[in-house]
């Protein structure tokens, strides 16, 4: 069912909001489960698509599952016999690649077809392929298509990241957990959302320390024993919302957001002249006069998170100077800048590295870079969203422009926000979802 948004825009954002789980760290949880012997009960799951895609894909390899609550799933593990996954589910989101180490664990193999990239970016493998090939994996390609892993026992190893990618860490962590001996992970991720993951395997009896540069320490284990956990608060979320609250004028309380894990971004916001108080159930956010421009880097943990950027970049546009954003993540990351071109604001795209940070896309004419002109009022118009991130920068744009907007691809905002309207609306945002081809 495809539908859009209407946005009445103008107006301060203020009252307070509970932020869902994260995405990022419940569908690696889920993923994980498959590894025990039992039922995983996880607790603080959002009610989001991607969740969605991922425990029916636990059920095509055999899992059952159920929801005992709004956001307490049981996973069991305990009946998984199909090594294959299915295609329909590649290109929908990034977990079909996660479930391989899991597979391999039970049943000796996987078979995965090639995950597709995205508007933001080629997202390849690679990483992932060439780290399972260390651990003893036998990777085939099965036509043009699919992947196929096989191993009967994995072999710890030490493997180099050529790049801090968050998913080959996790995968490979995945891997090792059960490989004979130990593993070492160089250049690893370190994101909050894998130390939730890390945490999850322990309390399932896997031995994994982190140490210092970068690197996580595998001790293979056997025995997997399921448990009861917690998935931590999406700081995505409680970051689009901070930038909103901004955006607006407006002064929003995010229940459940941490400081621990938002150290950057909120950095960034004071150097813009926002406002946040640290409270103990979470953390306010509020606008205290004219904004600031200010020259930031997305970079991997504890860098600004490149999830943090589009609608940080739709802030940039209500502050008075000129600002400069460096996407050191992902080639294409800009995709939203057209449409809040289109509405008003003056952004500038550049293929230049404008920031100091290491960065891959050095001469290789992505549009990477950017230069955002404020203060800019923003006019209201009709939307449609490329991305998941973008969607929220875009129902941003839309409450800070005064009159009434529409914006088209909600599919694409909910594989991430769960009850995304009903926490703008206790803000009292002006928002509602209009479903088309109602029948
Ligand atoms: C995770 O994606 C998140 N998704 C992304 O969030 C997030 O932006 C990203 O990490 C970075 O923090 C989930 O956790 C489901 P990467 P992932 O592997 O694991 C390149 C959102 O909106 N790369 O760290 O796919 C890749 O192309 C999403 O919630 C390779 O070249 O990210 C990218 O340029 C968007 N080869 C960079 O590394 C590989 O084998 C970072 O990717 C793997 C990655």
């Known amino acids: 069912m495809s539908g859009y948004y209407t946005v009445g825009g103008g107006r301060p954002l203020n009252g307070s909001l509970k932020v869902s789980g994260a995405k990022n760290a419940a569908l690696k949880m889920i993923v994980a489960s498959l590894i025990a012997d039992g039922v995983t009960t996880l607790r603080n799951v959002p009610n989001i698509t991607d969740v969605e895609i991922t425990l029916k894909l636990c059920g095509e390899l055999g899992a059952t599952y159920r929801w005992t609550d709004d956001t307490t799933v049981e996973i069991d593990a305990r009946t998984v016999n199909n090594h294959v996954i299915p295609v329909k589910y590649s290109g929908s989101t990034r977990t079909p690649i996660l479930f391989v180490s899991p597979l391999l664990h039970r049943l000796g193999k996987a078979e995965v077809a090639t995950i597709g990239g995205c508007s933001i970016g080629p997202r390849p493998i690679n990483y992932h392929i060439e780290g399972l090939k260390q651990l003893g994996v036998h990777v085939d390609m099965t036509g043009k298509t699919a992947y196929c892993f096989q191993a009967d026992r994995l072999k710890g190893n030490i493997i180099s990241l050529e790049y801090p990618s968050v998913g080959a860490t996790e995968n490979l962590i995945m891997a090792a957990v059960a490989a004979e001996g130990r593993t070492v992970i160089q250049n690893a991720a370190i994101e909050p959302e894998i130390l939730n993951l890390v945490g999850m395997l322990q309390a399932m009896g896997a031995i994994i320390y982190q140490d210092v540069n970068r690197v996580w320490i595998i001790e293979g284990t056997k025995k997997f024993r399921a448990v009861e956990y917690d998935v931590m608060y999406d700081r995505i979320e409680a970051a689009s919302f901070a930038a909103c609250a901004l955006a607006t004028k407006g002064d929003v309380f995010v229940e459940g957001a941490i400081q621990r894990d938002m150290a950057t971004f909120l950095d960034v916001l004071r150097k813009i002249g926002g406002s946040f108080d640290i409270k103990p159930h979470g953390i306010r956010f509020s606008y205290e006069g004219e ?149």
């Open 291 to 439: 904004l600031k421009p200010v020259n930031m880097e997305t970079d991997v943990h504890p860098g600004f998170m490149t999830d943090w950027h589009p609608p940080f970049g739709a802030l940039l546009t209500q502050a008075n100077g000129i600002s400069v954003i460096h996407e050191t993540v992902y080639e294409s990351r800009f995709g939203y800048v057209e449409t809040l071109v289109s509405m008003g604001a003056r952004i500038q795209l550049t293929t230049d590295c404008l920031g100091s940070r290491e960065c891959r896309f050095t001469n290789k004419n992505y549009k990477h870079s950017a230069l955002i002109a404020g203060v800019t009022p923003l006019r209201p118009g009709t939307l449609h969203i490329p991305d998941l991130r973008a969607g929220f920068a875009y129902i941003m744009s839309a409450l800070i422009a005064e009159g009434e907007s529409r914006i088209y691809g909600t599919e694409f905002v909910k594989r991430g926000y769960s009850d995304l309207i009903g926490k703008f609306r206790a803000i009292g945002a002006d928002i509602d979802e209009v479903e088309e081809n109602a029948d």
